[in-house]
């Protein structure tokens, strides 16, 4: 089975360009999870969704970010403009139904944003 | 959510069991323990998880104390490969619960030849 894909795995864009990065979960999965990733923060939860509908963005550090989740098989993970201090890498992670497994998460390869 | 501390580092020589030590006081009687670990720029993986026993999977065992206040994750035949970051991660078991997965800092393992 495909795990997690992420795209792109690497961004650079300067400051004020909006950047989208993408996130296809395992098939059959309902939770879908986004975290970043920076040296001096650790991980950091953003947003996850159940069955498509957001259910906690307290992570999402501020108005230029969002997260949208359109349909069971897609994701992004929005930044408008984007600054330098979002430099970081962001992961997606999705999890099956706790009912059914015990609710680890899946995450992928990450996306390696760069922005200067 | 309960909260968990683990050392910041620790070292294993290499075909050596690593103990990895973790502290939960806080624990309420729903919430179990996780593993995680995180090689270097890879998304973390999952290793292992309980609630009250002891387990054991292919890549290691946990063991829970019985007052649950703490557990020790162990790899038995330690390798350069499991050199990596380990998160112990508590959370409330249930169907509603399949959420937030709160990393702390992790202990950073060091396996070495």
């Known amino acids: 089975d495909a795990g997690v894909i992420q795209s792109p795995r690497h961004e650079v864009t300067e400051m004020g360009q909006e950047v989208t990065l993408r996130c296809k979960p395992i098939?059959?999965?309902?939770?879908l999870f986004w975290y970043r990733q920076t040296m001096m923060r650790g991980l950091e939860l953003l947003i996850y969704?159940?069955?498509?509908?957001?259910?906690?963005d307290s992570g999402m550090p501020e108005d230029r970010f969002s997260a949208k989740m359109p349909n069971a098989s897609f994701s992004t993970l929005k930044i408008q403009p984007s600054e330098p201090r979002d430099s970081a890498v962001y992961f997606c992670a999705s999890s099956p139904p706790w009912v059914k497994v015990a609710g680890e998460l899946f995450f992928g390869e990450g996306s390696r944003l760069t922005v200067l | 959510d309960a909260k968990t501390t683990q050392p910041p580092s620790m070292d294993c020589a290499e075909g050596r069991a690593a103990n990895l030590p973790c502290n939960h006081s806080t624990i309420s009687g729903n919430e179990y323990v996780y593993w995680y670990r995180q090689i270097h720029s890879q998304g973390p993986q999952y290793i292992i998880h309980?609630?009250?026993n002891n387990e054991t999977n292919e890549m290691a065992s946990l063991i829970i104390t019985e007052d649950r206040k703490s557990s020790t994750l162990i790899l038995p035949h330690a390798t350069l490969r499991d050199t990596a970051v380990y998160y112990c991660?508590?959370?409330?078991?249930?169907?509603?619960?399949?959420?937030?997965?709160?990393f702390g800092s992790g202990t950073r393992l060091s396996i070495r030849p």
């Open positions: 991660i508590v959370r409330p078991g249930g169907y509603s619960s399949a959420s937030k997965i709160i």
């Open positions: 309980g609630l009250k």
């Open positions: 098939s059959g999965h309902d939770y």
């Open positions: 969704f159940n069955n498509n509908v957001p259910i906690d």
